[in-house]
């Protein structure tokens, strides 16, 4: 019961960090697994055939800062 409680804390630590990290991004939100497999899938799709050569950069903006 108190690894259960322990967990417990622990999570609601991480998700007020990926808040407060999320709020510091231009888009407002900690980045989500599927949105790095999103640009994965273009990229593999017949719709990037033409693009080499580059840096796709799946960072809710934070480049741009």
Do not use: H
Not at 28 to 36: I, L, S
């Amino acid at each position: 019961m108190l690894i259960n409680c322990l967990q417990n804390l622990k999570k609601k630590k991480l998700d007020k960090k990926k808040l407060e990290v999320g709020k510091a991004v231009p888009l407002g939100f900690m980045g989500r697994p599927k949105d790095v497999a999103r640009a994965a899938v273009f990229l593999a799709s017949d719709q990037s055939e033409y693009i080499t050569a580059q840096t796709i950069c799946v960072d809710g903006g934070n480049v741009l800062r």
